[in-house]
T-cell receptor
């Protein structure tokens, strides 16, 4: 299995609070991605990174920010969580060639 | 039109049969295609990647790609109850390192 961990694995938070999810990889892969998965919508890209300090928006980036200060860590922040951000969040990584993506175990976030 | 389309299913097949899962995509310039399996409550797991027209076999799995018709399919031979899962198709549009995912097809293999 690709060396990808996500923390926390489960989180319940209140509307309006900030939340940070962490993705950590041990594969030294260049590309990292954050997705959310919701029933009926499948996997949707939030943000992605193509190198340290290099990030870009995906299709559902509103309300989310990211940071990547080290190759191995990619952080996703919800500045002020809303109930619509209740979802399962997956991190993925891919290498330089072929762009095959490998997924972390996911974080289940509930915003009450 | 969605960029990557899959029939949501469920697709039910008897144990030992061939399961055929289909995916169509809209960006004709796409070059890389992937199939993921996702068990309920788990993360997606890459099972096949295909980059050239034709068939690619790996064990009981065969991926088929037809760029002219813009579809990619996954065949699972000798289906087992353990193959029951949602299968996600992903396409890598040209000039990007992003994927576009379909919403997945739920497969049920009946014992």
């Amino acid at each position: 299995d690709a060396g990808i961990t996500q923390s926390p694995r489960h989180k319940v938070t209140e509307t309006g609070t900030p939340v940070t999810l962490r993705c950590h990889q041990t594969e030294n892969h260049r590309y990292m991605y954050w997705y959310r998965q919701d029933p009926g919508h499948g996997l949707r890209l939030i943000h992605y990174s193509y190198g340290v300090k290099d990030t870009d928006k995906g299709e559902v980036s509103d309300g989310y920010s990211v940071s990547r200060s080290k190759t191995e860590d990619f952080l996703l922040t919800l500045e002020s969580a809303t109930s619509s951000q209740t979802s399962v969040y997956f991190c993925a990584i891919s290498g330089q060639e072929r762009y095959e993506q490998y997924f972390g175990p996911g974080t289940r976030l509930t915003v009450t | 039109q969605k960029e990557v389309e899959q029939n949501s299913g469920p697709l039910s097949v008897p144990e030992g049969a061939i399961a055929s899962l289909n995916c169509t995509y809209s960006d004709r310039g796409s070059q890389s295609f992937f199939w993921y399996r996702q068990y309920s409550g788990k993360s997606p797991e890459l099972i096949m990647s295909i980059y050239s027209n034709g068939d690619k076999e790996d064990g009981r799995f065969t991926a088929q790609l037809n760029k002219a018709s813009q579809y990619v399919s996954l065949l699972i031979r000798d289906s087992q109850p353990s193959d029951s899962a949602t299968y996600l198709c992903a396409v890598n549009p040209p000039g990007t390192y992003k994927y576009i995912f379909g919403t997945g097809t739920r497969l049920k293999v009946l014992a």
